[in-house]
């Protein structure tokens, strides 16, 4: 996608996820009597807006740096850095006013926010396409130079277990927890032999670095439709073939039919297919026409764009079950808790070196690519991509961290324990503190996405 359409999809990402964190600052601030400033998304440094209109006593406002957001609740120390009410007795509207049980839900009301959207999305999505299976059956496709190859999984391979555990679906195998487990092997059957390959300890690292999985279930280029007039349909082509090998080397997976053929624009091309007549109420894939079907070669040019002229016929075995309303609820509540699991894990081998922070964290930059690539990839593969960003949102909120929702919390925390107020000019100096680091975060964060793309 061109430039503007990934800053499209990364304002409007960035909108979704901050408009959910601080509306659950907003509606928890309210529901305790406490006097909203403002509630803005994005930020309106040196007064810098795009829009805002004021409505009863808050400020709504649209900011001119699409990069967060903020609440403004009257009386509590945050990103604004207000200093006017420090000297004025506490007022019954404002935030410090209140007891400690009361503000602590108010600064949890943003995670709790991004937890609930994540898990809506995941359940909006399971209730209105139900859960996908494919079956393991499906021999793997591993991609030259992917995590998985380097562990020595071939294409072609089966898998059995995950860390001594049966898998009977893809996603079983793949389930983002096994990937931030203290450990990850996988039992395969190649050529009628069991086979054992552990992954490296950084393979989080590793498949951020290829940007995808590199492994998934073999597409066999079983041909669907061969267009008329075109180079395929003149050669003699037929629908229902399968492609076996081109210019004498053997293919097994649609991708690298494509990629042959397209990187040979013009030039002639020997193919060599397999055809079987499937008798009447059967179908036929791939396994049977390779062991029953006649084989033929033919010479075939592609044309100037590198095309034939034939489509791909889905034979993946794969099933997909309908669920109840009760059913989506409870498999989006188990996949936010997965993810986040997987996330905290995650931030977890970061922290203790095991991935390699650079590779590991994506700023602005990169959350806008991956913005990007999901949307073209479909609406269900960008909302999975929201849910995963703001459960990543919620957890990095939850840090102790000066000037984030789990910095704040421990003060107020602590001012509950000691009952009293700490010194406005140390939770001030604290606040001053977290931003310098966070700002400085940002930088390094910014710098390491143009660097390392």
């Known amino acids: ?104 839900i108010v600064l949890a009301g943003g995670v709790s926010m991004n937890m609930i959207l994540a898990t809506v999305i995941f359940i909006g999505i399971t209730l209105a396409l139900g859960e996908s299976r494919t079956s393991v059956n499906n021999p793997a496709f591993v991609e030259n130079g992917s995590a998985f190859a380097s562990m020595g999984m071939k294409t072609g391979d089966r898998l059995q277990l995950a860390n001594g555990k049966p898998v009977k679906s893809w996603e079983d195998a793949l389930d983002p927890e096994l990937f931030t487990a203290p450990s990850l092997n996988y039992t395969l059957l190649r050529d009628g032999k069991s086979i054992t390959v552990k992954a490296p300890s950084n393979i989080m690292s590793s498949i951020n670095k290829q940007k995808s999985l590199g492994i998934r279930p073999i597409v066999p280029p079983v041909i669907d439709e061969v267009l008329a007039k075109m180079p395929a349909k003149i050669a003699g082509i037929q629908s229902g073939g399968l492609i076996t090998a081109i210019n004498e080397k053997n293919v097994s997976d649609w991708t690298e039919v494509v990629g042959i053929i397209s990187a040979n624009a013009g030039k002639p091309l020997s193919i060599r297919w397999q055809h079987l007549d499937a008798a009447k109420g059967n179908k036929n894939n ?67 070196g095991e991935e390699d922070f650079r590779k590991s964290v994506g700023g602005p930059i990169k959350i806008a690519k991956i913005a990007s690539q999901s949307a073209e990839q479909g609406p269900v593969s960008f909302l999975y991509f929201l849910s995963m960003l703001s459960i990543s949102l919620a957890i990095i909120n939850m840090l102790p961290v000066p000037a984030l929702d789990g910095g704040q919390f421990i003060l107020n925390g602590i001012e509950g324990i000691i009952r009293r107020e700490l010194p406005f000019e140390i939770k001030m100096r604290i606040q001053q503190i977290g931003m310098a680091l966070l700002f400085a975060l940002f930088a390094y964060i910014l710098v390491n996405d143009i660097l390392n793309p």
């Open 286 to 352: 791939a396994e049977i026409i390779r062991s029953q079907g006649a084989t033929f070669v033919t010479t075939v040019i592609p044309n100037t764009s590198g095309k034939i002229g034939i489509s791909l016929k889905q034979t993946i075995e794969a099933e997909r079950r309908k669920l109840s309303l009760a059913e989506s609820v409870v498999s989006g509540i188990n996949q936010t808790w997965k993810m986040s699991a997987m996330t905290v894990q995650g931030f977890a081998k970061i922290f203790t």
């Open 1 to 104: 996608m061109d430039f503007l359409s990934t800053t499209f999809f990364f304002i409007v990402a960035i909108f979704i996820l901050v408009t959910a964190h601080e509306l659950g600052h907003f509606l928890t601030a309210k529901l305790f009597g406490m006097r909203v400033d403002k509630f803005y998304i994005g930020f309106d440094f040196f007064e810098k807006r795009l829009w805002r209109k004021t409505i009863g006593e808050t400020e709504y406002g649209v900011g001119a740096f699409p990069l967060g957001g903020y609440v403004k609740i009257a009386g509590m120390v945050d990103e604004s850095l207000d200093t006017d009410f420090q000297n004025s007795e506490p007022q019954p509207w404002e935030f410090r006013a209140k007891p400690v049980w009361q503000r602590l």
